[in-house]
T-cell receptor, first 116, second 112 residues
Framework: DAGVIQSPRHEVTEMGQEVTLRCKPISGHNSLFWYRQTMMRGLELLIYFNNNVPIDDSGMPEDRFSAKMPNASFSTLKIQPSEPRDSAVYFC??????????????FGPGTRLTVL | QQQVKQSPQSLIVQKGGISIINCAYENTAFDYFPWYQQFPGKGPALLIAIRPDVSEKKEGRFTISFNKSAKQFSLHIMDSQPGDSATYFCAASIQGAQKLVFGQGTRLTINP
């Protein structure tokens, strides 16, 4: 059973470049989450989708960040232009909405982004 | 109100000892409290979870203790092993909400 798939696993880019991170959620899951993890700030929720619709994007740092979910099996997180402070590990997670038991988030392996 | 405060930030325990990680919350609407375990280079994975209608849940060497009146919950790892060395996150959510609120994480090291 394939878990959450993220690509690329590692990305090194220069400041000012556009970066696109990709995620394929677990088949049948209808919620998708993008997180950012840094030593200083821990695990931060950036945005989450339910049934392909963005529900809460209050964690998106600024307008340089955007996320899309064109269908149930694909999502992107784009940073344009990228800055060194965007360097972090970005995780995608998915879950299946159920009233009970509570939803369980399955995390992907993450994309380690380095902006020089 | 939406925060979950986790302590300590890092913890070193000898093999065979008990590891204890604590979390506190303010929002009384939280009704689901999972713990996630993250190994280096991997994404977090659900370890164990509890609802506030019970005070304790045990799965193998891992136990969650929950104190509803104090709005605190903790993870206890009995007979800690080097393989338990990881970062542990507590979290909380509100029934019906898809979003989890995570604590800051605790880096646990078990010395052999």
């Amino acid at each position: 059973d394939a878990g959450v798939i993220q690509s690329p696993r590692h990305e090194v880019t220069e400041m000012g470049q556009e970066v696109t991170l990709r995620c394929k959620p677990i088949s049948g899951h209808n919620s998708l989450f993008w997180y950012r993890q840094t030593m200083m700030r821990g695990l931060e929720l950036l945005i989450y989708f339910n049934n392909n619709v963005p529900i809460d994007d209050s964690g998106m740092p600024e307008d340089r960040f955007s996320a899309k979910m064109p269908n149930a099996s694909f999502s992107t997180l784009k940073i344009q232009p990228s800055e060194p402070r965007d360097s972090a590990v970005y995780f995608c997670a998915s879950s299946f909405e159920r009233a009970f038991p509570p939803p369980r988030e399955y995390f992907g392996p993450g994309t380690r982004l380095t902006v020089l | 109100q939406q925060q979950v405060k986790q302590s300590p930030q890092s913890l070193i325990v000898q093999k065979g000892g008990i590891s204890i990680i604590n979390c506190a919350y303010e929002n009384t609407a939280f009704d689901y409290f999972p713990w996630y375990q993250q190994f280096p280079g991997k994404g977090p994975a659900l370890l164990i979870a509890i609802r506030p209608d019970v005070s304790e849940k045990k799965e193998g060497r891992f136990t969650i203790s929950f104190n509803k009146s104090a709005k605190q919950f903790s993870l206890h790892i009995m007979d800690s092993q080097p393989g338990d060395s990881a970062t542990y996150f507590c979290a909380a959510s509100i029934q019906g909400a898809q979003k989890l609120v995570f604590g800051q994480g605790t880096r646990l090291t078990i010395n052999p």
